[in-house]
């Protein structure tokens, strides 16, 4: 269980016009959280030529409708709540920073929780684990922390979480390059962060093209360093592989012994079939890339199909 505070600041919109305000802003469909069943959406905000800007979670009050929290990057809060009030115009939405009394948890591992406790989903893979906000007066003790089992409650830091979501070929926040990214790209389409039935938003017609289109040729994908490799492999590493002439993509997170690189496919993918390796640009080192298990059949063999 770990606080990410460092890495995650909290917005508070309130006002009756959030939901229509949000839903012309975000790449999700707002009314799943009026479903009981979502207390928490995903979704990433764009900028009018498709590029992902803000990835963001909306947490639904558990007392008030016509307030949501938001969880966001901390790097990036400011210029988002900039652009949220640029969009605001007449929408009667209030946007305020309350950090400073709330805080993002994620509860993760393998273990189960004990009998009665209550956690949302983290709603882009179940595999991830659960994820709430919490006041100062809610943090979670040792008693009710994450139970590995046949060990006794345990607390983890924010970096054993990094390891476990980069294991898990999925980036947030700041890895994502704000303003280059394409959602597909970074795999927002199978992370629960698009819908691609419901009304216009900004940035929806490139999201939408590539989607029906049915081929993305690139996606992040995760790898896994060798001891000698760790120390070569960082953010903005090139990759390479045998017999392409130009790079294979570039890492744009690490941690520990495990990172994620936004790569083209072919290559990647026949490497990591084939047990091979990816090389670390100027270096003899390489890293071994690996499908993630949540990834769907059809990736990477769309022209084939």
Known sequence: ????????????FAGQDLFEFLQGMITNDMEKLKQ???PILYAAILNAHGRQLHDIFLHRHPKDKAVLHADVDKESLSELVSLLKKHKLRAQVDITDV??????????????FPEGDEWPIDPRQQKLGYRKIMGENDKPTADAAFLEPGSAPVETEADAYK?????????EGSEIPSGEAIPLEYNM?????????KGCYIGQELVARTHYKGVVRKRLMPFEMTPDSAGEVAAGTELTASGEKKAVGKVQAVAERFGVAHVRLAPALAAAEAGGQLQVADSNEGVTPFKPDWWPEQWGKEEQQ
């Not at 390891?163 to 980036?171: D, F, M, T």
Request: net charge neutral; no cysteine.
């Open 99 to 112: 950090s400073d009394e709330l805080e993002v948890w994620a509860r993760f591992g393998s273990g189960q």
């Open 1 to 12: 269980m770990s606080s990410l505070r460092a890495h995650r600041g909290v917005l508070r």
């Open 36 to 38: 009981d069943s979502n």
């Open 189 to 197: 389409d199978g992370l629960n962060a698009i819908s691609f039935e």
């Open 163 to 171: 390891v476990w979501r980069l294991q898990k070929g999925i980036a």
